[in-house]
Nanobody
């Protein structure tokens, strides 16, 4: 089992930055890929970024490329999402998630690949 707790959300002006953190409990964090997803009101949950279990591979949605960066610290059981140049359309609840498969080869950003989810943290970007 993996339990995830996100933090770092808040209200920020357009053009600003935030760093989200996701702290994981359980002994399998370092063997699971991690992802960040977001859900805006009235919209479906969408992929934001993912990182493989070793941290050697990442993927970012086109909408956030060049602005957001996912990283992880396996010694701290934590995954991060550094967000910069934020836009009002980035406003959403952000969720972190852990891959259902340990030591997966490559990355699979599909929502269905993730079995463990945090409760979410709100990010609001004002114009």
């Amino acid at each position: 089992q993996v339990q995830l707790v996100e933090s770092g959300g808040g209200l920020v002006q357009a053009g600003g930055s935030l760093r989200l953190s996701c702290a994981a409990s359980g002994r399998t964090f370092s063997t699971r890929g991690m992802g960040w997803f977001r859900q805006a009101p009235g919209k479906e949950r969408e992929f934001v970024a993912a990182i493989n279990w070793s941290g050697g591979g990442t993927a970012h949605a086109d909408s956030v490329k060049g602005r957001f960066t996912i990283s992880r610290d396996n010694a701290k059981n934590t995954v991060y999402l550094q967000m910069s140049s934020l836009k009002p359309e980035d406003t959403a609840v952000y969720y972190c998630a852990a891959d259902k498969i340990q030591m997966r080869r490559g990355l699979d950003p599909a929502t269905g690949s993730f079995d463990y989810w945090g409760q979410g943290t709100q990010v609001t970007v004002s114009s």
